[in-house]
């Protein structure tokens, strides 16, 4: 899927239109903490980009520009960068950040702008640093089965690259033909696949980094094994861009799965969805359990015109997707659905029986974001731990049905992995400022009930702006502190990605 252009309603209270310059809105992002852009420094970028040591081709400050590559896919923030440059090189790099220390400027990492929490948003005439032009695939490693990659690679070329040496990178989701490898990085993506293949995190072997006092660090180089102390690299994957650039990444690849078969049931219990996703997990190789619910579901069918996959209409459907490679595993694939049946938890359900069908299975899933995209949903994506998937869902469905009575709340997620998105639809005739409004108290109900689970604010989406205030919820004080003390040893006058994340 190509992103770029297109529009869906993202993260906390994030909406499809553009009228999120009005004062509602201008409140609404003051809430966020962020500080109104100062013109005064503004200007003073403008003047010492004449000293910065690129050439003009790799420095853009026309208004389209700013605004297409000054933001991610949240769209209710007043953007305002002073420039977009393009380094070519790591040396570029260094420059740059050598070129800001010295003029105290922002920095701002951007990859592929598909983030969903603002955090390559540019509010405070920062300047953004874009990837895009460090996008090529360097060396591949038959023997270790790795890849060094710049971070302008987009995640689905990664995908291709490694299909032709049949190979397979797996982590993947619906943004992998415009997310970048950096971006995934930054933000440790995860996916679809995360039950069988981990995050982005399990993959990279070694990083390249410039760090924000501009210095050129090789972490970890591609070892498997590294007893030397802290692992640095940890640190900068899912920092989101808040300690130095990525400027360089070796991925490791995965054998090419096995043949998989895709299934789609039908559950009429919450309880039953963990009942079967535990009984797949025991007697099979589960590459993905992704759950959605009959509203999603219904959204879909209006938006896609896909038929229903069967007749049974009930509250929750799961895609399981599993290997099996022969005969004998097909069978036991079989065995383990009948018995989910027989049992009761499963009510209905198909199986593919060839990768086009296997392929459409999969759009119910993955078509739903797209699908709700027309009713400027209110989107959350939090994560427990498996186990407290069902008591988490039930605690906060009554919460939700009792505070909103008469809202539409869409549930769907990598369930496999205790990861949920959470989509609230604005009521017919709700003034958006109003529904804007209303969803800081839903985060505020909704962060509750996640940190009564022990859970976590943001599964896979990062912190960026949009759940900065509310990182109390699920890291520690003490936590938050000794992260700005890190921040610090690494970018010690504060220019990289200021206001995000903590
Ligand atoms: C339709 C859709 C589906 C999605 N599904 C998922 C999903 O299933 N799982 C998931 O995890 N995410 C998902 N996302 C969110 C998003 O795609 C991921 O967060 C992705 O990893 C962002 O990559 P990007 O290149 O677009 O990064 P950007 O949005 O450009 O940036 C994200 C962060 O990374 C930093 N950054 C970017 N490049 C660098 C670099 N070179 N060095 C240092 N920092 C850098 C930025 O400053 C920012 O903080 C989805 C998004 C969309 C639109």
């Given at each position: 899927m190509h992103l770029p252009g297109a529009r869906f309603g993202f993260g906390p209270s994030e909406f499809m239109?553009?009228?999120?310059?009005d004062g509602a809105y201008a409140q609404f992002i003051l809430s966020f903490g962020s500080e109104p852009c100062d013109s005064l420094a503004m200007q003073t970028t403008t003047q010492a980009l004449a000293t910065?040591?690129?050439?003009?081709?790799?420095?853009k400050t026309d208004p389209d520009s700013l605004k297409y590559y000054g933001k991610?896919?949240?769209?209710y923030f007043d953007i305002k960068a002073s420039a977009i440059v393009f380094p070519e090189t790591t040396e570029d790099v260094v420059q740059i950040v050598q070129w800001a220390r010295k003029n105290k400027i922002a920095l701002i990492p951007s990859g592929?702008?598909?983030?969903?929490?603002?955090?390559?948003?540019?509010?405070?005439g920062e300047v953004v640093v874009s990837f895009?032009?460090?996008n090529r695939v360097l060396q591949f490693n038959e023997t270790d089965s790795t890849v060094e990659i710049e971070p302008g690679v987009i995640t689905e070329t990664l995908q291709e690259f490694a299909k032709s040496k049949n190979l397979y990178y797996p982590?993947?989701?619906?943004a992998r033909g415009s997310s970048q490898m950096g971006g995934n990085i930054a933000t440790n993506a995860g996916g679809i696949k995360v039950v069988r293949y981990g995050l982005t995190r399990d993959w990279v072997t070694s990083l390249e980094v410039v760090t924000g006092a501009g210095e050129v660090l090789h972490l970890?180089?591609?070892?498997?094994?590294?007893?030397?102390?802290?692992?640095l690299r940890h640190l900068f994957?899912?920092?989101?861009g808040i300690l130095g650039f990525i400027t360089k990444a070796t991925m490791k690849l995965a054998a090419a799965p096995p043949p998989l078969k895709v299934f789609i049931f039908a559950l009429d219990q919450l309880s039953s969805v963990m009942k079967v996703f535990s009984e797949f997990k025991l007697n099979c190789h589960l590459q993905a359990y992704e759950m959605f619910s009959e509203k999603a579901l219904k959204h879909v069918l209006h938006g896609t015109g896909l038929a229903r996959p069967f007749e049974t209409v009930t509250d929750f459907y799961v895609v399981c997707e599993v290997e099996a490679p022969t005969e004998a595993s097909e069978e036991k694939v079989m065995s383990v659905f009948e018995n989910c049946l027989e049992k009761g938890w499963v009510t209905d359900g198909v199986m593919s029986q060839s990768d086009v069908q296997a392929k459409n299975f999969w759009r119910y899933r993955e078509d739903i974001s797209e699908s709700l995209s027309t009713y400027s949903p209110y989107k959350n994506d939090v994560s427990v731990s498996i186990s407290k998937v069902p008591d988490f869902m039930t605690d906060l469905d009554l919460v939700l049905t009792t505070a909103y009575p008469t809202w539409e709340v869409v549930w769907f997620g990598?369930?496999?992995?205790g990861n949920l998105h959470i989509n609230i639809l604005r009521p017919e005739g709700m003034k958006k400022e109003d529904f804007v409004q209303e969803c800081r108290k839903v985060d505020e109900l909704v962060f509750k009930a996640v940190q009564k689970q022990q859970g976590?604010?943001?599964?896979?989406?990062?912190?960026?702006?949009?759940?900065k205030s509310f990182l109390t919820y699920t890291r520690s004080q003490s936590e938050i502190d000794l992260m700005k003390g890190i921040k610090k040893v690494f970018d010690p006058d504060l220019i990289m990605n200021p206001g995000k994340v903590i």
């Open positions: 239109d553009s009228s999120h310059q910065l040591p690129l050439k003009p081709a790799q420095i991610d896919w949240t769209t592929g702008r598909t983030g969903l929490s603002g955090a390559a948003c540019a509010l405070n895009e032009r460090m982590v993947d989701f619906a970890n180089n591609s070892l498997v094994k590294n007893a030397t102390g802290l692992d994957i899912g920092s989101e990598h369930i496999g992995d976590s604010i943001s599964a896979e989406h990062g912190v960026g702006l949009t759940k």
